[in-house]
T-cell receptor, first 116, second 114 residues
Framework: GDSVTQMEGPVTLSEEAFLTINCTYTATGYPSLFWYVQYPGEGLQLLLKATKADDKGSNKGFEATYRKETTSFHLEKGSVQVSDSAVYFCALSGRGGGGSQGNLIFGKGTKLSVKP | DTAVSQTPKYLVTQMGNDKSIKCEQNLGHDTMYWYKQDSKKFLKIMFSYNNKELIINETVPNRFSPKSPDKAHLNLHINSLELGDSAVYFC?????????????FGSGTQLSVL
């Protein structure tokens, strides 16, 4: 079945460091891909998304490119801040696809801690 | 003001008890969901309702029963609670348009079964 694999955390970085969180997926068809972020004590929020191959999603300085050839959607940010400390989830749209987010399949999450 | 609100935020109870978690959204969305996040942060969908009708029902014990009195509410009732039910339960809602869909999550209910 469809699945998402993320790099295991926790990831600890100093402020202004470069961030990469790896995400690869297995899916039939052409799913949409998402990154969600969960700040401490809160629910998940959509960070960015890409709906087709070679699309780049971006938001708040974060970027991820939908790479069909490598089945990847790695999250990157050039200069992280303390406020970026959170858990990051990669996800794909499950059965019913078409970009529908309701039946999301999530990765296990990667905890990021940014130190001043 | 809160778009998706769920109560209670924390729930501590004994094995064998029956408990409910309530969820309400004021976004006018047609679809609502329940997700379960385990201690390792793994997040998995449990149920999905569209306009009060069940559309996704993953492999969940029948001790879990969602109830949607109207499209703004999706409550989760759990009978005969077990230790393994301890987790954070997230409610979410969405409205799909021709060009976009975005999932909005509540802040979670942390359930601890003792």
């Amino acid at each position: 079945g469809d699945s998402v694999t993320q790099m295991e955390g926790p990831v600890t970085l100093s402020e202004e460091a470069f961030l990469t969180i790896n995400c690869t997926y297995t899916a039939t068809g052409y799913p949409s891909l998402f990154w969600y972020v969960q700040y401490p004590g809160e629910g998940l929020q959509l960070l960015l998304k890409a709906t087709k191959a070679d699309d780049k999603g971006s938001n708040k300085g974060f970027e991820a490119t939908y790479r069909k050839e490598t089945t990847s959607f790695h999250l990157e940010k050039g200069s992280v801040q303390v406020s970026d400390s959170a858990v990051y989830f990669c996800a794909l749209s499950g059965r019913g696809g078409g970009g529908s987010q309701g039946n999301l399949i999530f990765g296990k999450g990667t905890k990021l801690s940014v130190k001043p | 003001d809160t778009a998706v609100s769920q109560t209670p935020k924390y729930l501590v109870t004994q094995m064998g008890n029956d408990k409910s978690i309530k969820c309400e959204q004021n976004l006018g969305h047609d679809t609502m969901y329940w997700y379960k996040q385990d201690s390792k942060k793994f997040l998995k969908i449990m149920f999905s309702y569209n306009n009060k009708e069940l559309i996704i029902n993953e492999t969940v014990p029948n001790r879990f029963s969602p109830k949607s009195p109207d499209k703004a509410h999706l409550n989760l009732h759990i009978n005969s609670l077990e230790l393994g039910d301890s987790a954070v339960y997230f409610c979410a809602s969405s409205q799909r348009t021709a060009t976009n869909e975005k999932l909005f999550f509540g802040s979670g209910t942390q359930l601890s079964v003792l």
